[in-house]
């Protein structure tokens, strides 16, 4: 069963879950993939409910995401198991089925064609509305240096090369899986 909630209402909730992880789930050619983000933002843009989220560019989720433009973000609420964030934080689903190895429960979403994840149930379903990688150029040196010395190769989970994508996302739904 999922219950409907007002987003903002859970702005809070959702912005302090960041800082241990919550789970970005794409699925193109019918892979479901979650990966661990800590980065994103909860606001207003172009009148809608909007998150932003930031993936680097060569990361598996950033082909996901070019073939099929959609996402849900999944917070945990109470306990749960951080192995969860742990694994699709560092592992890719290039290499492996995350969903299946680590024995996640899907959720039909209601609206976009990707399934949130059982385990943490606070979901967002969200549609990409714009996309933008993010320009070198305009990156102050101390960020440059703190985020992207370029000593890890792109492919690899800490990869460190790449820039990020940003990726803003209308959130056309939003509840609890219960
Ligand atoms: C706590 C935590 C937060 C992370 N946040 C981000 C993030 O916001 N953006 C990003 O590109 N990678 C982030 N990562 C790294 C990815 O989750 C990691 O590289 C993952 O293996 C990518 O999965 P994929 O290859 O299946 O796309 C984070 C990792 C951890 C452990």
Redesign the pocket.
Known sequence: MKREIEIFEHAGEVVKA?K??VL?T?KAENKV????????TLGVIWGKPTFI????EN??????LEKNPEFTVNIPQGAFNKNI??A????????MD?IKELGLTLETPEVISVPGIKELPLTLECRVMYQQKQDAQAIGDEIKKAFYPQDIDS?????NRDF?VAYYAEIVRAYIIE
């Open positions: 960041l241990t992880g970005l794409t993939n979650s990966m661990t983000i800590g980065w994103g989220a930031f993936v680097r990361r598996f989720t950033t082909s996901q964030v742990g699709c934080g560092t592992k890719s689903g290039r290499d995350k492919c690899a989970p800490r990869a990020h």
